[in-house]
């Protein structure tokens, strides 16, 4: 078997960590030091339905305004763009530069190129600023920014999957708007956070890979149309 080459590394802001980018053959893996590995290009099925589930929620019209926080290898906003029309716009934050450049480069043939799509412009920075200055901006919000309501990379995100940050996506969300969240696993206390931020809560296991193994979840945390 092949051995993992180390590519890169970089450090995550506000005292994150280590990222390290790793290859061996075709394959590539995002590993956080200490931690294990965040995200592998073998196992996407989820990033998938995040996105796919998320258009389909979408109210309609031809030019719907996407958030989506953490650009990780690119397969959610690949996924998105199949199924956005040519008239939407998608807002992608991403808090570590060298995730951005990993995509434009070694990474960039995993998403076909999906950051040099015209619909798509780049935030580098963290998403909270984004949702902070967001009044009624969007029609949909994904969030993969971490391993989900848990912060693992750094604490601050955790000020997402709060009342805080809860109230913020709703604010940025446009009536009827929804707001998906992935996870690596399941968590009893956070569909109930995001009613109280006053959303319609929906929750959705999908597959890593295929029809088979590991179950990520996804929440569907809709906005009320008034």
């Not at 590394?9 to 960590?17: A, C, K, L, S």
């Not at 590539?28 to 200490?34: D, E, K, T, V, Y």
């Not at 809560?201 to 929440?219: C, D, P, Q, S, Y």
Request: with cysteine; aromatic share 6%.
């Amino acid at each position: 078997m092949l051995p993992w080459i180390l590519l890169d590394t970089t450090e995550i802001p506000g005292n994150g960590g280590e990222l390290r980018l790793y290859q061996r053959g075709n394959d590539f893996s995002i590993r956080l030091m200490g931690h294990g590995e965040l995200m592998s290009s073998r196992m996407h099925g989820s990033e998938d339905a995040l996105a796919a589930q998320a258009c389909a929620r979408l109210a309609g019209g031809a030019t719907p305004r996407m958030l989506i926080g953490g650009l990780g290898m690119g397969f959610t906003l690949a996924a998105a763009l199949r199924y956005l029309p040519a008239g939407a716009q998608v807002v992608v934050a991403e808090l570590v530069p060298a995730v951005v450049e990993w995509n434009r480069t070694r990474l960039g043939a995993l998403a076909a190129g999906a950051l040099d799509d015209a619909r798509v412009t780049v935030h580098l920075g963290d998403v909270a600023d984004v949702l902070r200055a967001g009044q009624r901006a969007y029609d949909t919000i994904l969030l993969d920014v971490d391993n989900g309501p848990e912060g693992l990379t750094r604490r601050q995100n955790d000020w997402l999957y709060n009342a805080g940050g809860l109230n913020a996506a709703y604010a940025a969300l446009r009536p009827g708007g929804v707001l998906a969240v992935w996870s690596a696993g399941p968590d009893q206390r956070f569909p109930q956070r995001l009613r109280a931020a006053r959303f319609a809560v929906e929750e959705l296991r999908v597959h890593a890979h295929g029809k088979k193994g590991t179950r990520h979840v996804i929440w569907f945390a809709t906005r009320a149309l008034t």
